[in-house]
């Protein structure tokens, strides 16, 4: 089994590039642990920050755009058939944007607990696709800008992990 850390360090910016659109369609691999790995070797020096917060960014952006129009073409139905997500928290996160709007969109995708289901809210209301793009784009930066900083400054120390987990 190839994990994360392995993927960055043999595909570098790519297999960042390459996590990101899995994560920003699938929510997988979770983006935390990836910024926070990635941030350990921006520290060290194997990459450069604003190229890797870039292509994270990009990425997600692409897997969310992905998941957008997958909901866009093909309604609720789509997300349901694959069980990626529970409906009572689609039906909750729909709630709310039909409430806030864009300014949602935006925040949403800077809390972890709700970022993953930004797409599909957006995709069930048409959102227009270049604004859809441009907030998933801006807030993604935001984010990895946030996670790389964690892992730049407390790379792999054992104690700081233990205490958050």
Known sequence: ????????????????????????????????????????????????????????????????????EAVRAHGIGYVKKFQLFRENDILKVQHVFKKKGLWFLFIGKLLPAIKVFIPIPAGLAKVHRGIFASIMLSASWIWSLIFISIGYFFGKSATVWKSYG
């Open 1 to 68: 089994m190839i994990d994360i850390e392995s993927i960055i360090l043999g595909s570098s910016y790519l297999g960042i590039f390459g996590l990101m659109i899995a994560n920003g369609f699938l929510s997988f691999p979770s983006s935390q642990i990836l910024y926070i790995i990635v941030g350990y070797f921006v520290g060290i020096g194997t990459l450069g920050l604003i190229p890797a917060s870039i292509l994270g960014a990009l990425g997600n952006t692409i897997g969310n755009i992905l998941m957008y």
